[in-house]
Structure formats: structure tokens, C-alpha cells
């Protein structure tokens, strides 16, 4: 099946930093989604971007399909911006729409 | 538009008890999925519904565990004789028919002990 791999898997950031998460995958893909997981466990809809660029307050996606990679940009972070973030592709090869994930970047942002 | 609601939140049980949680997707959505995480993973994929009918089943998803979705609203998922190994956040994820974006509940996590 797909592979997804997401770096850096640790990222520590002071309040008002900017950051770059990144989302390789192994294959073409149908659908790609960013969430954030915050400490409760709820997954938020960031983007869905199997393509292009997309921008939404201080956060930005940009997926490039042909090269397999997908970028979510954090701009003047605050701290809750906090927690876990996923990259998830649905692999057109498979049946259904089934998500597979990455193993996630946990971002800590320190006052 | 509440979006997608589960329940319970929190399960404590004894290993060899049989569990049940419930997930009500967004209404009208006709896709409805099931998803397992165990701490420090991604979430991982292990049923899908179109309305009522399963139409996949992971290799994780063993003879223990049994998934309905009855009139295509609601859905169930039942652990029979749980393990320790079960335990973990269960997530429900809907999606509509013209929508391609999957939206997830709140989670049940599941404690065996």
C-alpha cells in the first residue's frame, strides 16, 4: 500500500516562529488532508489539498502531486497551535476512500 | 450541523469483556469509516460503510471485532473478549457523497486493563 512519511516527527517552536511541516508519499494519491490533533484527541480539518496551494488565517498548504510532497506552512505561531499535525492520502489504487496516514509532527509552542 | 458524534468518550473495561461503541456521522453523509490509534501513531484504517452496506475490512479488524451500520445512519462497533491489546482511541470519520474531505468525531478511547 501507500506509504506516508512526515518530518521533522519532533519540532519545538517559541511563540510568533514561523514553520515548515512536510508530507512525502509514495504514490499518487486522490485525496491528501492536514489535520491538527489537539490534546483531547478530536482531529481538525485543516486543508484538503490534493493539489495546489491553499492559505487559511495564519496557516498555508501547498501540495506538489508530480513530486509526491505536500508542505503545511505555520506562520507567527501561538501556542495553541500546539499538538500533533497528519498528513492523510487516499490511495486511488485502493477500494473505497480509506485514509492512510503519516506518523505525525508534534509541534510544541513555547511562550 | 452538530458533525460527527461518538459515544462513550471514555471505556474502562476488564480483558474478556465485550464492549460496543456508537458513532452518529453528519447527517446525510453515506460513507462512514472506523479508525484505530494507538499512542504515538498516525490513525489507522479498519472499516468502511457506503449507507448500510461494509464494504471493506482491514486485516487489523480480527473475528473479535464485528462493525454495523443498520439504514445507513448510525454505526456500531463491537469488541468481543477485549485483550490488552485493544486498547486505543477508536475514531469515526464521515463523508459525503459529493465531498471527498472525511471529518472526524471526538474518539472513544478504549482502556483494557
Known amino acids: 500500500g501507500i506509504q506516508v512519511e512526515q518530518s521533522p516527527p519532533d519540532l519545538i517552536l517559541q511563540e510568533g516562529a514561523n514553520s515548515t511541516l512536510r508530507c512525502n508519499f509514495s504514490?499518487?494519491?486522490?485525496?491528501l488532508q492536514w489535520f491538527h490533533q489537539n490534546p483531547w484527541g478530536q482531529l481538525i480539518n485543516l486543508f484538503y489539498?490534493?493539489?495546489g496551494t491553499k492559505q487559511n488565517g495564519r496557516l498555508s498548504a501547498t501540495t506538489v502531486a508530480t513530486e509526491r510532497y505536500s508542505l503545511l506552512y505555520i506562520s507567527s505561531s501561538q501556542t495553541t497551535d500546539s499538538g500533533v499535525y497528519f498528513c492523510?492520502?487516499?490511495?486511488?489504487?485502493?477500494?473505497?476512500?480509506?485514509?492512510?496516514f503519516g506518523g505525525g509532527t508534534r509541534v510544541l509552542v513555547k511562550p | 450541523d452538530t458533525g460527527v458524534s461518538q459515544d462513550p468518550r471514555h471505556k474502562i473495561t476488564k480483558r474478556g469483556q465485550n464492549v460496543t461503541f456508537r458513532c452518529d456521522p453528519i447527517s446525510e453523509h453515506n460513507r462512514l469509516y472506523w479508525y484505530r490509534q494507538t499512542l504515538g501513531q498516525g490513525p489507522e484504517f479498519l472499516t468502511y460503510f457506503q449507507n448500510e452496506a461494509q464494504l471493506e475490512k482491514s486485516r487489523l479488524l480480527s473475528d473479535r471485532f464485528s462493525a454495523e451500520r443498520p439504514k445507513g445512519s448510525f454505526s456500531t462497533l463491537e469488541i468481543q473478549r477485549t485483550e490488552q491489546g485493544d486498547s486505543a482511541m477508536y475514531l469515526c470519520a464521515s463523508e459525503g457523497y459529493r465531498d471527498y474531505e472525511q471529518y472526524f468525531g471526538p474518539g472513544t478511547r478504549l482502556t483494557v486493563t
Open positions: 492523510a492520502v487516499e490511495d486511488p489504487k485502493a477500494a473505497g476512500n480509506k485514509l492512510t
Open positions: 489539498i490534493p493539489s
Open positions: 504514490d499518487s494519491v486522490n485525496n
